[in-house]
């Protein structure tokens, strides 16, 4: 693989030496920075007499002395006064190349801790001297409770304009507090971090705060306990979580408490063995990130530094995938910051030694246009404009003289990125369907996913993400195990691509969902669905089409199986005359329990009744055939429980029922069924002494054989009603009645 190139970037373009002078020049191209210098003129002076860390580490020790304020409206004023003057600290250093990047995002990082660790402390102060932790107190900590810095503040590699993420947690066991609002206290500190945090005042902000990446983000408080995190985590924890945790440390709070559970969260996040559907997960991680970044051309002028195609995020995939696979066996592999993480990969013989220096500075290199671009409005956005005059004040900030040198590098660091990406597990199959992205990995609706989803027909993008999601968090039994989850990661595409094709995918999906919700468990179904792809097509036509067939796989998943067979496929109108009978006959002959024969017979009903629906629709079969295969059907289930109903009665009762003859009235005795037809039916018996007692009764127990619900419900969810007339006629009694079948 060809090396990178020496690359052009370097201090601000225009400006004479010093970061007093790089901060004015770049503020002439930047408006944010302009905004800054306006409220804070008396940064160029001190930065003229002092060096910039010094003045930085002043600003630290304000942001940190915000927290000893008695008004918290002061304490957020003085925050935020803080936070704007290191930033514009920073900015100087960098654009004057004072700093290199492991210096800039050091920096950044430090502030944002410090930052966390004030509101943190101003919460918590609250809440004791507000009675909220036991006996009113002059304290800012709280055992028990801490912050985990995750993502880019986790590995100390903040950008200029970032989020931090966070993940609160308590220990039940640690913290003091407790009783009946235990809950609802330890929210108010996440509310009121979050208030001091982003909160917009006069004075601006400080950083904006985002707590999804917490354990299952839709349905808990902002702040869990750490038993229910471990608890998640070992039950459906999915493995972008665990590459997300690579990078999680304690920013804030108890250090202990939360050293003890990362700890113990080691063997989720590093597993010693990986079987084949874990890697086949994390592969599945590689495409949604792939697809997530969308697909421009790498020539193409706008990009996204972050998530395009040769961009920040394939960096740093390539490093955490190897890590995820080899860091179980090797601890030296454990590393939270890219670069880092890329050394360490190099020191194993896992990446070669010039692959890793010329990733370095392609990451160096983009991390660096990526903050210049956040500089222009301190906008928490990572696109590099196709504007020309946006690009070239993006240039000029990087110490580009020359347009075309400044777009020959970004073309070339893409390229290398890319190619270098690209080669890891370059035979795995796309996630992203024909017609875009399918991403429902992470908390946020990827926009390239809802955008693909309409044009695949769904007219709720956001429904479909939202269900999604919820079944890879083990919402339902099927993705309760991590092979569940990882099998639905391969399985999705092709469903959603499936329902697209048939013209109906909200009616399909809402169909499907009901049906995925119902199954006990998910791998078995899913392997077949991947493994046996017309499978599939038929299962979501069938769910789109056919909405009582869709309601009975619903309720019953395990006719799925009965597709399987090679019989399923075969014509209905060419079953051999009376071969239901004997086969159903066969089957009522392993047992002699009556609960068990009906079950049997239930079971068997089903099957046949599901594929004569199936034919029906996919037109292997007309209506005329389809009539009569229901009262063939129909025919074997009447003469088998019969048997059944009189051995029932017989073995319950002296006498005999002498001799007896069921007849089909109405619709079944003409053979034109349908699927929801009941059966009109008439007894005729001679009666023998006691026998028209014993009719009566075998007259119930079919009744009951043919229409009372077994196995926890009823076939159709109603009950037969079942109305017995009586009369006789030359020396015959006859019985009428009705059942459901």
């Known amino acids: 693989m060809p090396s990178l190139k020496p690359l052009g970037f370097g201090p601000v373009a225009g400006a004479d030496s010093g970061c007093a002078s790089a901060l004015a020049r770049g503020a002439e191209l930047a408006p944010y920075l302009m905004r ?35 008004d918290a409206g002061q304490a957020m004023g003085a925050m935020r006064r803080a936070k704007e ?4 600290v920073i900015a100087a250093a960098d654009l004057a190349g004072e700093w290199d990047l492991d210096g800039v995002v050091q920096r950044l990082t430090e502030l944002a801790d410090v930052s966390v660790q004030t509101g943190l402390r101003l919460a918590i ?69 979050v208030r001091f945090l982003e909160e917009r005042t006069e004075d601006g902000y400080v950083f904006r705060t985002d707590l999804r990446l917490r354990p299952d983000p839709g349905s808990t408080a902002p702040v869990v306990t750490t038993q229910f995190a471990h608890t998640y985590y070992e039950s459906v924890g999915q493995n972008w979580e665990r590459m997300a945790h690579i990078k999680a440390r304690v920013c804030a709070g108890d250090e202990n408490v939360g050293a003890d559970y990362l700890q113990e969260l080691e063997p989720f996040v590093w597993r010693r063995h990986l079987d084949y559907w874990a890697i086949a997960d994390i592969h599945s991680i590689k495409r949604q990130i792939h697809s997530h970044g969308g697909h421009e051309s790498l020539e193409a002028k706008a990009f996204d530094v972050k998530l395009g195609r040769g961009g920040i995020r394939e960096i740093e995939f390539f ?31 896992v990446v070669e030694p010039d ?42 900030l990087y110490g580009y003289g020359d347009l075309e040198a400044f777009e020959a590098d970004v073309r070339a660091v893409r390229r290398f990125v890319h190619d270098v990406y690209s080669d890891l597990f370059a035979e795995e199959e796309r996630l992203s369907g024909a017609a875009g992205n399918l991403v429902f990995t992470g908390v946020d609706e990827d926009p390239g996913t809802v955008e693909t ?77 991947l493994q046996e792809p017309a499978i599939a097509t038929e ?102 429980l019969a048997k059944v109903a009189e051995r029932e009665v017989l073995g319950r009762y002296e006498g005999t029922i002498g001799k007896w003859v069921v007849c089909a009235l109405g619709k079944f005795g003409g053979r034109e069924l349908s699927p929801t037809s009941d059966l009109d039916l008439m007894l005729v018996y001679e009666a023998e002494e006691g026998g028209g007692q014993l009719a009566a009764r075998f007259v119930q127990r079919l009744v009951a054989a043919l229409s009372a619900p077994t196995e926890g419900r009823a076939i159709r969810g109603r009950h037969a009603a079942s109305a017995v007339r009586q009369g006789g006629a030359c020396g015959r009694q006859v019985l009428v009645f009705r059942a459901i079948l």
């Open 36 to 70: 800054t210098l306006r409220r804070r003129e008396e940064l160029l002076d001190e930065l003229r007499a002092r060096s910039p860390d010094d003045i930085f580490r002043a600003k630290l020790n304000a942001m940190s002395d915000a927290a000893s304020l008695a």
């Open 85 to 88: 003057a290191a930033h514009a």
């Open 125 to 193: 102060r609250d809440g004791w001297a507000n009675g909220r932790f036991g006996d009113a107190a002059e304290r800012d900590d709280l055992p028990g409770f801490f912050a985990l810095a995750m993502g880019k503040m986790g590995a100390h590699e903040l950008n200029y304009s970032s989020d931090v993420d966070l993940i609160l947690l308590f220990d039940l066991d640690t913290c003091p507090a407790g009783g009946p609002r235990l809950k609802q206290n330890m929210m108010k500190i996440a509310t009121d971090l």
């Open 319 to 349: 490093a955490q995938v190897q890590q995820l696979i080899l860091g179980g066996r090797r601890p030296e592999l454990r590393i939270s910051g890219t670069k880092a993480a890329l050394g360490g990969l190099v020191e194993a013989g």
């Open 355 to 396: 692959v890793c220096a010329d990733l370095c500075r392609a990451y160096d290199f983009l991390r660096g246009l990526e903050h210049r671009i956040q500089m222009l409005n301190d906008e928490q956005t990572h696109k590099l404009s196709d504007n020309p005059e946006r690009r070239a004040q993006v240039a000029a």
């Open 453 to 529: 989803l309409e044009e695949m027909g769904f007219t709720e993008p956001s429904k479909v993400i939202q269900t999604f999601q919820k079944w890879h968090r083990g919402g339902v039994a099927a993705t309760r195990s991590a092979r569940g989850q990882q099998l639905l990661t391969s399985l999705g595409p092709r469903l959603l691509q499936c329902m697209s094709d048939v013209g109906e995918p909200d009616t399909a999906f809402a169909r499907f969902a009901d049906f995925f919700g119902a199954l006990p468990s998910g791998v078995q179904t899913m392997s077949l669905l």
């Open 539 to 640: 299962l979501i036509e069938t769910m789109a089409f056919a909405p009582q067939l869709a309601r009975d796989l619903a309720r019953r998943p395990a006719l799925l199986d009965a597709m399987m067979e090679r019989r399923f496929q075969s014509p209905v109108s060419q079953d051999k005359p009376g071969g239901r009978e004997r086969e159903l006959e066969k089957l009522l002959s392993r047992s002699d329990d009556f609960e068990e024969l009906l079950n049997i017979a239930r079971r068997y009903h089903r099957e046949e009744a599901f594929r004569i629906g199936y034919q029906l629709l996919r037109r292997q079969i007309g209506s005329l055939d389809a009539g009569r295969a229901y009262a063939d059907l129909a025919d074997a289930c009447v003469v088998g």
